[in-house]
């Protein structure tokens, strides 16, 4: 007769972390690296105001991503198991670095309708 081993107490926080990481960068580089750029009309545009500029702010964002999901699991797979507070307080920083990065990308070279 075998026994399962029970589930693990951080799998449900492993899981929430990889799959808020994935939405992250999904939609940096789906919805807010293809934007438009909002730039005033000069020749040559200001630092910062080419779409080159808002594909270097998403690569930029994804490697913070990775650091901090990589962050968040050494922190969840170590500490978390015998703090479980710690373990949510990590992947919730985690949302909101994921959250930042959107929006940092999104009004990176500015922001159109």
Do not use: D, K, Q
Request: proline share 10%.
């Amino acid at each position: 007769m075998t026994t399962s081993a029970p589930p693990s107490p951080v799998r449900p926080l492993v899981t929430a972390a990889t799959v808020t990481v994935l939405v992250a960068a999904a939609a940096v580089w789906a919805y807010a690296v293809p934007r438009e750029v909002a730039c005033p009309l000069v020749h040559p545009p200001p630092p910062g105001c080419t779409p080159e500029s808002r594909e270097r702010a998403g690569i930029v964002w994804t490697v913070v991503l990775a650091l901090a999901y990589a962050g968040v699991l050494a922190v969840v797979l170590t500490v978390g198991r015998r703090r479980r507070a710690v373990a949510v307080a990590a992947v919730t920083a985690l949302a909101v670095c994921a959250a930042v990065a959107v929006v940092a990308v999104l009004f990176s070279t500015g922001f159109v309708f």
